[in-house]
């Protein structure tokens, strides 16, 4: 079992920085790979970057150049951060943090970010 728990999101104005963080407890050995995907008011989830066990990152082309995805290690408990730059106002979303471990999805409760123009 893994438990996710985001916090950092908030409101901002466009051309602002924003950095939202996911604390993972539990069976954080067992992670293959971690992610924050993001899903906007009447659309669905699209993944916003990923990072795998072995360091590799995959960004969504909207998040290039701009977001930066990474982890840190504490004692019991992994830090999956989401540094966002140049936020424009279709950054706008609830960001879900997201880890794979045993074959098996986790998703934490969301954190909501707003980007004001």
């Known amino acids: 079992q893994v438990q996710l728990v985001e916090s950092g999101g908030g409101l901002v104005q466009a051309g602002g920085s924003l950095r939202v963080s996911c604390a993972a407890s539990g069976t954080i050995f067992s992670i293959n790979a971690m992610g924050w995907y993001r899903q906007a008011p009447g659309k669905q989830r699209d993944l916003v970057a990923t990072?795998?066990?072995?360091?590799?990152?995959?960004?969504a082309d909207s998040a290039k150049g701009r977001f930066t995805i990474s982890r840190d290690n504490a004692k019991n408990t992994v830090n999956l951060n989401l540094q966002m730059n140049s936020l424009k106002p279709e950054d706008t979303a609830v960001y879900y943090c997201?880890?794979?471990?045993?074959?098996?999805?986790?998703w934490g409760k969301g954190t909501l970010v707003t980007v004001s123009s």
């Open positions: 990072l795998t066990s072995g360091g590799s990152t995959n960004y």
């Open positions: 997201y880890v794979k471990a045993y074959g098996i999805d986790y």
